[in-house]
């Protein structure tokens, strides 16, 4: 049986595959951020997190793999030196995609791929707490409220009467 057997292919050959995938992880790895098509983004989160989690477990041997597979050794210097230390908290989840429309001139779909710093927790949703509904309060300023209305509805009658009242003192 073929179950779990589709990877993303780019419509390219193997070997063209492998050397574009080490390309766009050698850009990754050094600028943190790189803007290409959703597809490709994609296919490069599962290979970057591999080598991302060779480089947290440091060994020679790993180190040797990740040389493989990334095919730039100062990349692979920076990333097991450097950066393995910030994913060394972090279970996976070391990239994030972010779609970002389409190209102008094949319409295809671009998406901004980044690794993820170290002090950002944003993958993990924390629930903000409810605001309690104050319930008596309320019911107090209701009263409270039509009383004022009540107030200003009669001054304003007065201030009309006083008006006329004055009036008719000068007028005598």
């Known amino acids: 049986m073929r179950h779990r057997k589709h990877r993303n292919q780019l419509g390219v050959k193997k070997e063209h595959r492998e050397a574009l995938l080490a390309n766009l992880s050698t850009a990754l790895i050094q600028h943190g951020r790189i803007k290409t098509t959703l597809k490709k983004a994609k296919a490069l989160r599962p290979f970057v997190e591999k080598v991302i989690t060779l480089a947290k477990k440091g060994t020679l041997h790993d180190r ?5 597979r990334v095919r730039d050794v100062g990349a692979v210097h920076e990333l097991f030196d450097e950066k393995a230390e910030q994913f060394a908290d972090r ?3 070391y990239t994030r995609i972010y779609k970002i429309g389409t190209r102008r001139g ?17 993958y993990a949703k924390k629930s ?15 009263p409270v409220v039509e009383a004022e209305v009540a107030e200003v509805e009669a001054a304003t009658e007065e201030a009309p009467k006083a008006e006329k009242t004055k009036q008719e003192d000068e007028a005598k």
């Open 64 to 68: 040797r793999i990740a040389i493989s």
């Open 128 to 142: 903000k707490p409810k605001a309690k509904k104050a319930e008596k309060p309320a019911a107090e300023e209701a």
């Open 91 to 93: 279970n996976g989840g």
């Open 106 to 122: 094949d319409a295809a779909e671009m998406a901004l791929i980044e690794l993820i710093d170290a002090d950002d927790e944003g």
